[in-house]
């Protein structure tokens, strides 16, 4: 069965990346918890949000809107609005050092340079009275310490790895110039300056034009591929989740409900929201029939509901559900959900569908 | 850009001539500057009529305007009450009132962007709401009020500073009544300053420059402040125009010999051309400085685009 008997008995503490070579991961979440104190209350955004990434691989972050996708991923970088966010717990392990106790100086050393974001609208994330050229650059110049000139020549051949023709021209352009799929490949450019080994993603093609989604798509799957890079990609689009990523965490509540490889779970979810998201994607297959859409809201994370934050909206739910928080449970060495009934979720799709 | 310039100037003669000719009908239909001229006395009807042909007066008015025009473009501006020529009176008010409003630039600069900073990037706290309400004291008090109270505290009372302005009026002389009237512009920069910092904080392009790793002086400096700067820097560029016109009460608290303590005389002796004269310079500076203040605009902004 195996080739190193010693080990065999001990339980795995963490599920083997996909590649299998690497033991540590390259970023480790652990129980992170984000807070908004506003006016109204105390907004609980992140409770207790578990990820890993390693080289290479790429994790999709998917779930509703107000899941907690972006806010988590803001505090792994420490760009958290703060006031009003707050971490009240967890660790960001990156590279086997825990950011959220390093000084803020350490920190900011690390952000753009060992690991960076790419934002979901380019043109208000870019600054507008800034050619591209300074913006690019200025990564080399604050990092590296480079010159005005070599700054540039560097943005340049960025430029160029992307792929924005003229770029020599382009360099001394303005954000508004751009198109918008230009402009995101700014976006790429910019996150790739100093090679990080992680990239964070947020919803990256969500407000592109549908012919231009793919051609960035490639893009950063491949300068990915190319760098060897750990990818964070915080998605609406399932689509595009089967095509680039490795593994997915669903987030619902501010909580990974299901994480999982990506094969597995499109062919047996483990978690009924998991369920509840395949079922919304438009088939080509069952055309014409009414698209299916997971019932009622998201909770107010002012009042997340008791036990299973998801409760009130499960077609599943059952009594144990509106009383006990269900526990991340291992359904198999690579995958886990929180749910009480996962076994059963995941038998509904196991077992052949009754119609054809 | 050169085309949007000259189209811009080109709009200014109209505006121009409009203006002048406003001020013009109205000083002249004011009064009589010849019987203003010799005070109460009733003059001789034979010197006044004399007098009157000198000025041109005997002619209608549409004529008179003409006539003025004409002498102003060959740089003749007239006589002022004392016998001097107003273009020699303008000679030794404007660096007099340039200076004065030089210093109010620079106070509304260095206090009033600073104040504006600071109060944005700490909203809520004490130092913004006690700055707030300053800026709404200031405001709502009246330049004669503040300028007389300052300068008895410290011309007077403190003895810091002179409280009377010297005819020469150098720099030193001149940092009370720059103050004074810098103030309520001050404390309008203060509260653009602050509300535009305040909006551009939470703009994704400064969440880039963190997430960039910058230093947060360079997130501050060169994005947050570089884009929040631009409505304040054309507001003073506005506020040019509007702080060499509005010298008027300063320059009579301090004492001071510069354009609006010439206009003042000139209202005060009925003296027409020493009125025109002055509000038609004024109007060209205010003109100029628009479109100064226009063309900067698309300096800073790139966005901006003028064909
Ligand atoms: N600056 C903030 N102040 C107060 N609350 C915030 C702030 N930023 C985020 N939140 C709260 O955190 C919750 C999670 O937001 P987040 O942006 O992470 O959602 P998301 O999963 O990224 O959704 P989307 O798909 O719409 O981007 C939101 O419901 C929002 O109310
Ligand atoms: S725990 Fe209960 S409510 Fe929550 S997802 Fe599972 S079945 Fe539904
Ligand atoms: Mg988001």
Redesign the pocket.
């Known amino acids: 069965m195996s080739t190193s008997g010693a080990t065999d008995a001990v339980m795995a503490p963490e599920p083997e990346p996909p590649g299998g070579g690497e033991e540590r991961p390259l970023l480790d979440v652990r129980n992170l918890h984000v807070e ?1 104190r ?1 006016r109204e209350g105390i ?1 609980k ?2 409770n207790g949000v578990n990820y890993s990434v390693h080289a290479g691989e790429t994790l999709a972050v998917l ?12 505090a792994v970088m420490g760009i958290l ?1 703060s006031p ?2 707050f971490i009240t717990q967890g660790e960001v392990v990156f590279q086997g050092r825990d950011l959220l106790r390093m000084g803020g100086e350490e920190r900011r050393k690390i952000r753009g340079a060992r690991m960076a974001m790419i934002f ?1 609208d380019a043109l208000s994330s870019l600054n507008p009275v800034l050619s591209v050229g300074e913006q690019l650059g200025e990564m080399f110049r604050v990092h590296q310490g480079l010159s005005r000139k070599e700054a540039r020549a560097k943005a340049i051949e960025l430029m160029e790895r992307v792929r924005i023709p003229a770029a020599r021209e382009r360099v001394k352009q303005y954000p508004h110039q751009f198109s918008g799929g230009m402009r995101q490949r700014v976006m790429i450019a910019m996150a790739m300056a100093l090679e990080p080994e992680l990239i964070i993603a ?2 990256p093609t969500t407000a592109l034009d549908v012919t231009v989604q793919a051609q960035v798509m490639d893009l950063l799957a491949e300068l990915q591929r190319e760098y060897n890079m750990g990818l964070i990609l ?1 998605t ?1 689009d399932l689509g595009v989740v089967a095509d680039v990523a490795d593994k997915i965490a669903v ?1 619902y509540a ?1 909580r990974i409900v299901e994480s999982s490889p990506v094969h597995d779970i499109y062919r047996a979810p483990a978690h009924p929201y998991t369920r509840g998201l395949l079922d919304s994607i438009p088939r080509v297959d069952l055309k014409g029939q009414e698209l299916y859409a997971i019932k009622g809201l998201p909770p107010n ?1 002012l009042h997340i509901p008791p036990g299973c934050a998801f409760n009130p909206r499960c077609p599943r739910a059952q009594e144990v559900c509106r009383t006990d928080v269900p526990p991340l449970y291992r359904v198999n060495q690579e995958r886990a959900s929180a749910c009480h009934f996962w076994k059963e979720t995941l038998d509904d799709d196991s077992a052949p569908s009754g119609d054809a | 850009m050169g085309r949007y310039v000259i189209r811009r100037l080109l709009q200014m003669i109209p505006v121009f001539i409009g203006s002048t000719f406003l001020i013009f009908f109205m000083v002249y239909a004011l009064g009589d500057p010849v019987a203003a001229l010799f005070g109460d006395r009733a003059p001789d009807p034979a010197t006044a009529q004399q007098i009157r042909h000198d000025l041109y007066l005997d002619h209608s008015l549409g004529a008179q305007y003409l006539h003025y025009m004409k002498n102003i473009f060959i740089g003749d501006f007239g006589t002022a009450f004392n016998g001097e020529s107003v273009t020699s009176l303008m000679g030794s008010a404007f660096p007099v009132t340039i200076r004065l409003t030089i210093v109010a630039i620079i106070f509304e600069i260095i206090i009033g962007i600073a104040l504006g900073v600071v109060t944005g990037m700490r909203r809520g706290k004490p130092v913004d709401t006690g700055v707030l309400l300053l800026t709404l004291v200031v405001i709502s008090v009246p330049t004669f009020v503040t300028g007389y109270v300052l300068q008895y505290v410290f011309g007077v009372r403190l003895k810091w500073t002179a409280p009377s302005v010297s005819p020469s009026a150098p720099f030193n002389e001149l940092i009370l009544p720059g103050l004074v009237l810098a103030l309520v512009s001050l404390a309008y920069v203060t509260r653009l300053t602050r509300t535009s910092i305040a909006e551009n904080t939470r703009a994704d392009y400064v969440r880039t420059a963190v997430a960039k790793g910058l230093p947060r002086h360079r997130v501050i400096i060169r994005h947050l402040l570089r884009n929040s700067l631009i409505p304040v820097v054309t507001f003073i560029g506005t506020d040019i125009g509007a702080l060499m016109g509005g010298a008027i009460v300063t320059e009579r608290i301090f004492n001071i010999h510069g354009v609006g303590f010439q206009l003042y005389q000139g209202i005060l002796r009925n003296n027409a051309p020493t009125v025109v004269g002055f509000v038609t310079v004024l109007v060209l500076v205010f003109l100029l400085a628009n479109l100064l203040v226009d063309l900067l605009y698309a300096v800073l902004d790139p966005r901006i685009r003028y064909a």
Do not use: N, R, W, Y
């Open positions: 908004f506003t907004a955004a992140v779930g509703e809107s107000g899941s907690g996708k972006s806010v988590t991923a803001q609005d009003p966010g979901q947020d919803e915080i609406h987030m501010g994370l």
